[in-house]
């Protein structure tokens, strides 16, 4: 378990679980819409969370940075989910990352962090498992 901050959308310390063997990251979200701006360019319209999670703000953001991604689960799934970049901190280090938004509200963690997203940054000691690090010997 990682405490993350999204400066752009003023959230912070969100739980988040890092994952090796996800290659993508991914984070909840409960709406997202492309639209068409007054011009007619493309938009993507999404609000992050769900209603059931504390961090929860309900407000709708927009970007006109995204894609449509088809991505495979590791059960070989495949699902169309839209991908947007938001900057991240982590252990105190700013980052930029891409994020695949999705339906997380019945997993644990509202964000998944995944390989591409530490590669070369961080370390992970696989032998520390922190649920019983600070626990006491019987």
């Known amino acids: ?58 407000k709708k953001q927009r970007t006109r940075h995204f894609k449509k991604k088809t991505v495979r689960s590791s059960n070989g799934m495949e699902t169309h989910r839209y991908q947007i970049k938001m900057t991240i901190v982590l252990k105190g280090r700013k980052m930029k990352t891409t994020f695949n938004l999705s339906d997380r509200v019945k997993m644990r963690y509202a964000v998944l962090i995944g390989r591409k997203t530490i590669a070369g940054k961080f370390l992970v000691d696989v032998s520390v498992n922190r649920k019983t690090r600070n626990s006491k010997s019987k």
């Open 1 to 58: 378990e990682e405490l993350i901050d999204l400066p752009s959308v003023q959230i912070e310390n969100l739980k988040a679980k890092t994952d090796t063997g996800a290659y993508s990251s991914a984070i909840d979200c409960c709406y997202a819409k492309e639209v068409l701006n007054k011009e007619g360019e493309p938009r993507l319209e999404y609000i992050l969370l769900n209603p059931k999670r504390k961090d929860y703000t309900g």
